[in-house]
């Protein structure tokens, strides 16, 4: 029996490798030079774009996520983060179209470019990972079940760029630690 473990890394290592190192900074530009980031993902990949704006944060930066009752209305100098594994799901068609009516910018991370979601965005950057757009016969290529490598993908593509934020805006590794929450 193979080392289910491994398997699992090297499939995130071949991910990680296929990755467009530019493009992750060029995403990671967009959000410096944004006044506020709102991030929005359905699902687990929800979870990891929680963790990711939570590092958003402790960075200094203005940040929210869709669904909780403090997110401010978007406008122009406003970028809305969406992650679209599968490159549809409605949500996020309804929620990008509000943004972009708003006048905010739109940056979407999928697996599936030519979805949709990816078609509506200003900026597109591609995590090319199994998700449940193609999990199923000939096409599954993991053996991570449904979406879990690409969830597990964008935990790594999401703590390289705030390391890349971190040195792009100057952020110590004090600041973010200051800026952690005291109410936990």
């Given at each position: 029996?193979?080392?289910?473990y491994?398997t699992?890394?090297?499939?995130?290592a071949?991910?990680?490798?296929?990755?467009d190192?530019?493009?992750?900074?060029?995403?990671?530009?967009?959000?410096?030079?944004?006044?506020h980031?709102?991030v929005?993902a359905?699902g687990?990949?929800?979870?990891?774009?929680?963790?990711?704006?939570?590092r958003?944060?402790?960075?200094?930066?203005?940040?929210?996520?869709?669904?909780d009752m403090?997110?401010?209305?978007?406008g122009?100098?406003?970028?809305?983060?969406v992650v679209?594994?599968p490159?549809?799901?409605s949500?996020?068609?309804?929620?990008v179209g509000?943004?972009?009516?708003?006048?905010?910018?739109?940056?979407?991370?999928?697996?599936?470019?030519?979805?949709?979601?990816?078609?509506?965005?200003?900026?597109?950057?591609?995590?090319?990972?199994?998700?449940?757009?193609?999990?199923?016969?000939a096409a599954?290529?993991?053996?991570?079940?449904?979406?879990?490598?690409?969830?597990?993908?964008?935990?790594?593509l999401?703590?390289?760029?705030?390391?890349k934020?971190k040195?792009?805006?100057?952020?110590?590794?004090?600041?973010?630690?200051?800026?952690?929450?005291?109410?936990?």
């Open positions: 029996m193979t080392n289910l491994r699992a890394i090297e499939e995130l071949r991910v990680a490798d296929a990755i190192d530019g493009a992750v900074d060029e995403a990671c530009r967009r959000i410096a030079e944004a006044r980031v709102c929005y359905g687990r990949e929800g979870l990891q774009v929680k963790g990711f704006a939570m958003l944060f402790h960075l200094g930066r203005s940040v929210s996520v869709v669904g403090t997110t401010p209305a978007l122009p100098g406003d970028l809305f983060f679209c594994g490159g549809e799901i949500t996020a068609v309804a929620l509000v943004a972009k009516a708003a006048g905010a910018e739109v940056v979407v991370v999928t697996a599936q470019p030519q979805g949709r979601v990816p078609g509506m965005a200003d900026y597109v950057l591609t995590v090319p990972a199994q998700t449940m757009a193609d999990d199923q016969g599954a290529t993991s053996v991570l079940p449904m979406g879990s490598l690409f969830e597990g993908a964008l935990f790594v999401f703590e390289v760029m705030v390391l934020l040195t792009r805006l100057g952020v110590s590794p004090e600041t973010m630690r200051a800026n952690h929450t005291n109410m936990e």
